[in-house]
């Protein structure tokens, strides 16, 4: 079939530039963006950095998306279709098989839920009730996070727990805390 094309004599750097751009107009699963990412950064064409800026987005996400590359194939065989396993869920499996064999096994015991889609706290639902027996007690956590899914922080069993890849100004953040603190108090004292 005769075609078109454009040549363009780039660097590794540019002719990965050019890849992603091209990659991000078409609808591409975050397995397959994660993987390309971690060639990428493998081959030493582009950083962590680099990517995060050239797709327009936050580290933490990038990091997310290398998980992918990083877990277990006899997972990802069990799994067998990554094309609804999401960043964040990748990132959960990693942290999970690196806590033993028997958390691998959990994991690939559950891979059909993997491979439906479960999220994140799912699986970590599902492999702690395979490996705790269903009789672990159920963590008070809730996820602060941004639209976008960069974590900020997290409620775990009463305390505010802030990501470590967070940046801030601290006497900024104290000034925030101490405002809605003053303002909480206000309130209970009208409502006493």
């Not at 990091?63 to 990554?82: E, G, H, P, R």
């Not at 809730?142 to 997290?154: D, H």
Request: with cysteine.
């Amino acid at each position: 079939m005769p075609m078109k094309a454009v040549v363009q004599d780039v660097s590794d750097y540019e002719a990965a530039i050019i890849q992603i751009k091209e990659n991000e107009k078409v609808e591409l699963s975050d397995y397959s963006k994660g993987m390309s990412f971690f060639k990428l950064k493998q081959d030493n064409k582009l950083t962590q950095e680099q990517l995060a800026e050239i797709v327009g987005c936050h580290k933490s996400k990038i990091q997310k998306l290398l998980c992918f590359a990083k877990i277990d194939k006899a997972i990802w065989n069990a799994v067998a279709n990554m094309s609804k396993v999401s960043a964040k869920s990748a990132e959960t499996i990693y942290l999970l098989s690196k806590k033993s064999q028997a958390y691998k096994n959990a994991l690939i015991e559950i891979a059909e839920e993997i491979r439906k889609g479960a999220g994140s706290r799912r699986i970590e639902q599902f492999v702690n009730d395979l490996i705790l027996g269903g009789e672990h007690k159920e963590v008070d956590s809730e996820v602060i996070q941004s639209n976008s899914g960069q974590i900020f922080a997290m409620w775990k069993t009463g305390r505010l727990c802030l990501s470590k890849s967070l940046t801030f100004d601290k006497k900024e953040l104290n000034a925030c805390l101490l405002k809605f603190f003053t303002a909480q108090a206000r309130i209970n004292t009208d409502l006493n």
